[in-house]
């Protein structure tokens, strides 16, 4: 009963580049079928593996104008060169329907979407440490150099702003970080204003009527 009127949750997660956001969140709706993923618009070409409309919406920077233009992102920034929005229409659409929605989106987006829905729950990825991190970016062979340098770079700034989130993660581990994500996702989903609390007394007393 109280379950029913209970809103979905929009979890929002950030973290240096090459923390392990996506590892991480796919292992969790791997695990949680009842969540949704906030699929991003970005300018940023596809790596080799990455599918348009999956895993972005892979657009032209005239594309991306277009819709900040027609105010169809939650949010959007630039990172390194690139612009990466978040489309409000299905998110709205799943929070809506009751269902929990994470979102893989960088500080500045993180900021805007907490201004604008201050009920979403902010997590940020701590890295296990900066050389574990260097090595990970290194790796995946997919930036140059330079956009590797620039993206270290922005871990630094990134790990500052950090202490504006609710919690914090350490992926050390990607079974047990999933296992810590669960845990804030159901500690949250118990918190009194996510549910209209005159809501549960009526139908407690509906049932006292019965
Ligand atoms: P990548 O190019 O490695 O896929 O992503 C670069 C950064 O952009 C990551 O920190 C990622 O979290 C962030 N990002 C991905 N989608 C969005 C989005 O829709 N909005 C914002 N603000 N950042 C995003």
């Given at each position: ?8 949750t ?29 699929i ?14 999956i ?23 630039e ?45 940020f990825l ?17 930036e140059?150099?330079?956009?590797i ?16 989130y ?8 990607t079974?047990?970080?999933?296992l ?28 006292l009527?019965?």
């Amino acid at each position: 009963m109280i379950e029913e009127q209970k809103k979905g949750t929009l979890l929002v997660l950030s973290g240096p580049s090459g923390v392990g956001k996506n590892t991480l969140i796919d292992m969790f709706l791997n695990r949680n079928k009842d969540i949704r993923y906030s699929i991003s618009a970005t300018t940023r070409k596809p790596r080799n593996h990455e599918k348009d409309n999956i895993d972005y919406y892979f657009l032209s920077q005239e594309q991306f104008c277009n819709m900040i233009e027609e105010e169809a992102f939650l949010e959007w920034a630039e990172f390194c060169g690139n612009y990466y929005g978040t489309p409000i229409k299905p998110i709205e659409e799943a929070l809506a329907d009751g269902y929990d929605v994470i979102m893989d989106i960088e500080i500045q987006g993180a900021k805007q979407v907490s201004e604008k829905w201050p009920e979403a729950v902010l997590i940020f990825l701590v890295p296990p440490s900066l050389e574990e991190l260097a090595r990970r970016i290194k790796n995946r062979k997919t930036e140059t150099s330079e956009e590797i340098e620039a993206r270290l770079k922005q871990a630094l700034i990134e790990m500052d702003v950090g202490r504006m989130y609710d919690y914090y993660l350490v992926h050390d581990n990607t079974e047990k970080t999933v296992l810590e994500l669960e845990a804030i996702r159901q500690a949250e989903s118990f918190k009194v204003k996510r549910i209209n609390w005159d809501l549960v007394i009526s139908s407690l007393k509906e049932g006292l009527n019965a």
